[in-house]
């Protein structure tokens, strides 16, 4: 921890967690058994990462194609997501910005309503950014993004040729955000799977071997570990 520590100040970490369904389908428990674990492993990386002095976190949390699931299966995560939205006030204790990345229209009104609540009751805390994305996906975020400006040139306030990076990146979940230095994947996938497509330009990906139910705070001092290996150049030499 203490070389964690000393590297992992300031970081932007992306989390896809991933890997609850095959965890729990190894011990022939419910995939949402896989789900419930998996949640607290959120909460122990949300500790760690602010001891660590860690700057923002992103957690992958529900994508907008995770409603093909069985609704079972969907309703579990739903049902999850609104406890830990609960649990949450307590995190405005600890001073943390609490952000919801994603399309809420779809969400029933009671998880809409715990939503605005703690992103309200957190926007001036200036402690650690926690980023939750849930019916997130980075191809509906910048679709998103688009409307919104189209609608300003609809309206003859915006011209065409002002548009440029920042004020596309403005219109996005993460506006005023600094972008992911790296994004963890757990559970042997390498993809992305919709994870912040436009934000991960210049990141760096890391993949490893180990369900997220299983995740430890060990792996993450790996993870740190190899991001600091890693030479970051956007571009130059
Ligand atoms: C990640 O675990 C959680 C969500 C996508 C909601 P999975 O449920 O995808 O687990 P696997 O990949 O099937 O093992
Ligand atoms: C990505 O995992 C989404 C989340 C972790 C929330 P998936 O399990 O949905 O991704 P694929 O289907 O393996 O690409
Ligand atoms: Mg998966």
Redesign the pocket.
């Known amino acids: 921890m203490a070389e964690s520590k000393e590297s992992a100040k300031g970081l932007h970490i992306g989390f ?3 890997g609850n369904g095959r965890w729990a389908q190894r011990r022939g428990l419910p995939r949402t058994a896989g789900h419930t674990k998996g949640a607290q492993v959120f909460q122990d990386m949300v500790k760690y990462c602010k001891q660590l002095g860690v700057e923002a976190v992103t957690f ?4 907008t ?2 409603w093909k699931r069985p609704k079972s299966e969907v309703d579990a995560i739903m049902r999850l997501l609104k406890e830990y939205l609960r649990r949450a006030f307590d995190y405005k204790k600890e001073d943390n910005r609490i952000i919801i990345l994603g399309d809420k229209t779809p969400l029933s009104d009671e998880i809409k309503k715990l939503m605005a609540e703690i992103e309200e009751g957190t926007k001036d805390n200036k402690g650690m950014t926690i980023n939750v994305a849930i019916n997130y996906g980075g191809r509906e975020e910048i679709t998103h993004a688009a409307r919104a400006l189209a609608r300003r040139v609809a309206e003859g306030t915006l011209d065409p040729d002002q548009i440029d990076e920042e004020m596309l990146a403005g219109e996005l979940y993460t506006a005023g955000q600094k972008d992911p230095d790296f994004i963890l994947r757990p559970s042997g ?1 390498k ?1 992305l ?1 919709n ?1 912040m497509l436009w934000q991960s330009a210049y990141a760096e990906f890391i993949y490893m071997d180990v369900l997220w139910p299983d995740f430890t705070r060990k792996h993450l001092d790996a993870a740190i570990e190899e991001y600091c290996h890693r030479s970051r150049r956007f571009g130059g030499i």
């Open positions: 896809i967690m991933d992958y949390a529900f994508s194609e995770n996938e993809r799977s994870f």
